[in-house]
């Protein structure tokens, strides 16, 4: 087990937090703040008992000179001081005498943000490379480190994995949060347990399918990713989504798991995405321009049945093209079936969130994790690197 924050006496203390505070800005201008309100639970958790606080944080990807420009944190030191109703401190260098002297000076109740960590990786990619020197430093200016940027686990960085060698480190709320609603979800002893995939390709995912599989009692495959497994089953599949070096990957999994996997057995249709003319076909009824773009009526309820007495569900990806309202049926009658009837399901990994926020049933479920990548790694049963780096307790 992993040190939290409330392990900790943080009275006095300068705490160093890890933040994911990597909001969309656009013209300077914050479109979306959910993250920086996602934080405030750690931060003011150390307000509240007695110490000051050093937040670190990443912000989009930093490669040039203009880069640097759109992604300052700037804009969200000014809304962080907005939401926390005091004065954030904001130092425009990521290293430096004038940063070691702002953090010596910090009193009890002060709030410090530390520009974008990747400005680091202008100087020989310092940041992403983990370079141990810039950790030190970083790891100098507080007391404690505690991560709660849980977006950037999987990554081994600088800001998060690298200083948590030179401090006594813990996780924060957001963490502990994802974290532990992960695990309960994978390791509870209930069936019938329901994997959902979906999303655009089977290479990314099949880590997460390998790792789910022998576990769960029912693997409904939906999305871009059905059409390899049906290929693999030899279906003309016309122009859908192939991810042609995974066809030997699904052969296996349909071999050892066919009591298990289910695929769809009809599917929307075009022959293009930028067509407004579609229809609902059976899967052994595809001709060659056909392009499977959504599961189709049968399909959603053939999936609807195998739910039906689901105690537990993890859903990694839509059912189809979400973004284009003539694909988006399958994703939305399954998010809702699960929503009203109340099944104990958890949703990330990939692009997952988005189609759970355009359907407005975010509140809807056990859990909608805030992490793609990290999620997905958690999913293939990997220990992050941001997360094996803490203190054991
Ligand atoms: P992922 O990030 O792997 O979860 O993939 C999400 C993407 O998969 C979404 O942008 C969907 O538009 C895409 N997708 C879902 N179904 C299909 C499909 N049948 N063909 C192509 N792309 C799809």
Not at 153 to 163: D, F, L, Q, T
Request: with cysteine; glycine share 8%.
């Amino acid at each position: 087990m992993k040190k939290k924050i409330t392990d900790y006496d943080i009275k006095n203390k300068k705490v160093i937090i890890r933040c994911d505070l990597n909001v969309p800005i656009k013209d300077g201008i914050i479109q979306d703040d959910t993250r920086i309100r996602a934080s405030l639970e750690t931060i003011n958790y150390c307000l509240d008992n007695g110490a000051s606080v050093i937040i670190l944080s990443h912000l989009g990807k930093v490669k040039s000179d203009e880069d640097k420009k759109k992604n300052s944190l700037y804009p969200v030191c000014v809304r962080l001081s907005e939401l926390l109703g005091r004065e954030v401190l904001f130092s425009h260098d990521t290293r430096s005498d004038n940063l070691t002297r702002m953090c010596n000076n910090l009193k009890i109740g002060d709030v410090l943000l530390i520009e974008n960590t990747r400005f680091e990786d202008l100087n020989g990619n310092k940041e992403s490379g983990c370079d141990l020197d810039l950790a030190k430093y970083w790891a100098s200016l507080g007391d404690l480190f505690i991560n709660d940027a849980y977006g950037t686990c999987h990554r081994a960085h600088a800001s998060n994995v690298g200083i948590s060698k030179y401090l006594e480190s813990g996780l924060g709320f957001l963490v502990i949060n994802e974290v532990s609603k992960l695990d309960n979800i994978i390791n509870e002893d209930t069936h019938p347990y329901v994997v959902i995939m979906g999303g655009a390709k089977v290479v990314d995912k099949i880590k997460v399918i390998e790792n789910l599989v022998s576990k769960c009692d029912k693997l409904l495959i939906g999305g871009g990713m059905a059409y390899t497994f049906l290929k693999a089953l030899d279906y003309n599949v016309g122009n859908s989504l192939v991810d042609t070096e995974s066809i030997d990957f699904c052969k296996r999994m349909l071999d050892s798991y066919q009591d298990k996997i289910v695929l769809p057995v009809d599917s929307v249709v075009s022959e293009s995405l930028d067509s407004d003319k579609c229809l609902e076909k059976d899967i052994n009824k595809f001709n060659d321009l056909d392009m499977g773009l959504d599961i189709g009526s049968k399909t959603i309820e053939l999936f609807k049945d195998n739910l039906k007495d689901a105690k537990r569900v993890i859903m990694n990806g839509p059912m189809g093209v979400f973004e284009n309202k003539l694909y988006e049926n399958g994703t939305r009658e399954i998010l809702e079936y699960l929503a009203k009837n109340n099944i104990k399901t958890l949703i990330g990994g990939g692009d997952s969130v988005s189609s759970v926020n355009k359907f407005n049933l975010a509140n809807s479920f056990y859990h909608v994790s805030t992490g793609g990548g990290a999620t997905l790694e958690y999913l293939e049963g990997k220990i992050l690197p941001g997360i094996g780096a803490i203190s054991d307790e």
